[in-house]
């Protein structure tokens, strides 16, 4: 088949591991990122319900018109760019989402980042609204 949602499944049934799926839904007006999101959460389920679906990119920024009522169920959490101020994010979690997880997408780790540089780092980050870390290798 060539429709985009049986290639779509066609390609979550190929990968072995997959964390999560980060959606984003940038270029396009808020009604049309709703639907898009409720779709594409649904045909993710329907391949991999065991992966955690997660929202990213510049939608983060306009969460009270992307992410109402209707698709709050459809999304486990949010993906924040690195360097984000993880702050208001998880207000607005706790206020309309409170079962959904804040993660931070950081970009590839430094080539002369010593490991326990990295390990302190890690460790100040510990106790903060933030739950999971994904890096680039």
Avoid: C, N
């Avoid at 591991?17 to 898009?36: G, N, P």
Wanted: aromatic share 6%; hydrophobic share 45%; glycine share 8%.
């Amino acid at each position: 088949d060539r429709t985009w949602p049986d290639q779509w499944r066609r390609l979550l049934a190929t990968l072995p591991t997959l964390a999560a799926v980060e959606l984003q839904a940038d270029a396009v007006d808020a009604r049309r990122a709703a639907f898009l999101l409720k779709l594409t959460a649904a045909e993710v389920r329907a391949s991999r319900p065991d992966v955690p679906i997660v929202l990213g990119g510049a939608a983060v920024r306009r969460l009270d018109e992307v992410l109402t009522a209707d698709v709050r169920p459809s999304i486990d959490g949010l993906a924040l760019p690195e360097g984000t101020d993880p702050g208001p994010a998880w207000t607005w979690l706790t206020q309309h989402d409170p079962g959904a997880t804040l993660l931070e997408m950081t970009g590839g780790l430094a080539d002369g980042l010593a490991p326990s540089t990295f390990v302190q780092r890690e460790l100040a980050r510990l106790g903060g609204p933030v739950a999971a870390r994904a890096y680039r290798l």
